[in-house]
């Protein structure tokens, strides 16, 4: 069992910055793919951004030259820096991390909102 907790979110200007955190309770030894996706109420789940375990990177569309998916093995952390934010951009993030089995692991999410 791997615990997942966000952090970093929070209400921001548009053109505003913001850096997420996702903190796992053990290592990332297990793990083939960290990713970031988001929620906005009445819409499914959508992927931003993946972090594949030979270093290979995927981004959403919307979010491609603004979004930087990163993680620090030593802190067991993943991180998403949002630069350029766009009022679309508001939503609860949410970190998950899948093992070579298929198991998926989620984070609670963190709000984020961009607005004036």
């Known amino acids: 069992q791997v615990q997942v907790v966000e952090s970093g979110g929070g209400l921001v200007q548009p053109g505003g910055s913001l850096r997420l955190s996702c903190a796992a309770s053990r290592n990332f030894f297990s793990i083939s793919t960290m990713a970031w996706y988001r929620q906005t109420p009445g819409n499914e789940r959508e992927l931003v951004a993946a972090l594949f375990r030979g270093g290979g990177t995927d981004y959403a569309d919307s979010v491609k030259g603004r979004f930087t998916i990163s993680r620090d093995n030593g802190e067991n952390t993943v991180y998403l820096q949002m630069n350029s934010l766009k009022p679309e951009d508001t939503a609860v993030y949410y970190c998950?991390?899948?093992?070579?089995?298929?198991?998926?692991?989620w984070g609670q999410g963190t709000q984020v909102t961009v607005s004036s």
């Open positions: 998950n991390l899948k093992t070579f089995t298929g198991v998926n692991y």
